[in-house]
């Protein structure tokens, strides 16, 4: 079995800072990721999707953690084909419109190099410390299986393989024309071919973005993501659509499919996003505790 890391994808949530989860004495920046990566090996960066990360911080997360935690960073809206506030882009690269969201399509070509060498050089002090895990390029619901989606995915690993050593990419799907049973084999030997790591997902079922939970390692990453099972998946409040606890026996059916998958990976990451006050950390740590005693 390759080595299991589980985590969640916030650590700085307003509200997990009013759970209670932290102790009283723990108000700083730098104490809650201390505090935290005491307690997890590995955690996601949601806040990349929004807003580009820069150097400071991810120079700040590489010294304020320990040798081997892991982070996770979720890749910046514009290059996932996802809506773009203007207002997120870098001042200098702002096309001059009235729009307040932007695509991909919307930008001279100069303009998303020039985001691309940014949003990488950005993570360089985590990658050069060794704690940056993957990239994961989560596709919208209008991002469908076809041969142009496939080429940009392969546009991504390239871009990000281009610094010495390559940063992973992992992907995640919200369009279930990836995962239908007449797709899903090709969607995965697709990935597998180009060692593509696939995210997994625990989400909801039913709706337009939903996506089976299908365990797959189509690399030496496997990554698994929990979303939770709102009756709420459509709402825009990201509280209530993500505000799902866990039940202990939903966490000890998981563990042994995770151990199973862990079998054929490397290494497996799994990060619990149901993040609404300490719901992600509970059941994460849960979680690792289940996994750890079956690798006893």
Same mark, same amino acid.
């Given at each position: 079995? $390759?080595a ?6 916030s ?16 108000t ?8 935290? @990566? ?19 911080n ?7 953690t320990p040798?081997?935690?892991?982070f996770?960073?979720? =890749?910046?809206?514009l290059?996932?084909?996802h ?5 997120? +882009? ?24 020039? &985001?691309?060498?940014?949003?990488? $050089?950005?993570l360089?002090? +985590?990658?050069?410390?060794?704690k940056?895990g ?6 919208p ?10 080429a ?5 690993k390239?871009? %990000? $393989?281009? &610094? ?9 799907? *919200?369009?279930a024309?990836?995962?239908?049973e007449?797709n ?11 060692? &593509?790591?696939?995210?997994c ?5 039913g ?6 939970? &299908?365990?797959? =390692?189509?690399?030496?990453? @496997?990554?698994v993501?929990?979303h939770?099972?709102?009756e709420?998946?459509d709402?825009r409040?990201?509280?209530q *659509?993500? $505000? ?12 042994p499919?995770?151990a199973?998958? =862990?079998d054929?990976?490397?290494t497996t990451h799994v990060?619990?996003?149901? %993040?609404?006050?300490?719901?992600a950390?509970?059941n994460?740590a849960?979680?690792?505790?289940y996994?750890?005693? *079956?690798?006893?």
């Amino acid at each position: 079995m $390759g080595a299991i890391k589980v985590g969640t994808a916030s650590w700085t949530d307003r509200t997990l800072l009013a759970s209670g989860w932290y102790p009283p004495k723990i108000t700083s920046a730098e104490e809650r990721l201390g505090y935290y @990566a005491a307690r997890f090996p590995l955690v996601e960066v949601d806040s990349t999707y929004y807003t580009p990360p820069n150097e400071r911080n991810s120079t700040l997360w590489a010294a304020r953690t320990p040798a081997g935690f892991t982070f996770n960073v979720k =890749a910046f809206s514009l290059l996932t084909q996802h809506p773009t506030r203007v207002a997120a +882009l870098y001042k200098d690269l702002r096309p001059d419109t009235e729009k307040k969201n932007v695509y991909l399509t919307d930008l001279a070509p100069a303009v998303v190099e020039s &985001v691309w060498e940014r949003f990488l $050089g950005a993570l360089s002090p +985590l990658h050069e410390a060794g704690k940056l895990g993957a990239l994961l390029f989560q596709f919208p619901q209008w991002f469908p299986i076809g041969r142009r989606n496939k080429a940009y995915i392969l546009e991504c690993k390239e871009r %990000c $393989g281009s &610094v010495a050593p390559p940063m992973p990419i992992c992907v995640e799907f *919200r369009n279930a024309t990836w995962m239908t049973e007449e797709n899903q084999r090709e969607t995965l030997d697709f990935l597998a071919s180009y060692a &593509v790591p696939y995210v997994c997902v625990d989400m909801p079922q039913g709706h337009a973005s939903s996506i089976p939970p &299908v365990l797959a =390692a189509t690399a030496e990453l @496997a990554v698994v993501r929990f979303h939770g099972h709102s009756e709420h998946w459509d709402s825009r409040d990201i509280y209530q *659509r993500f $505000g799902y606890d866990y039940s202990d026996a939903e966490l000890r059916e998981w563990a042994p499919k995770i151990a199973t998958l =862990a079998d054929s990976a490397q290494t497996t990451h799994v990060l619990l996003n149901n %993040c609404y006050r300490d719901y992600a950390q509970r059941n994460a740590a849960q979680l690792a505790a289940y996994l750890s005693a *079956r690798m006893m």
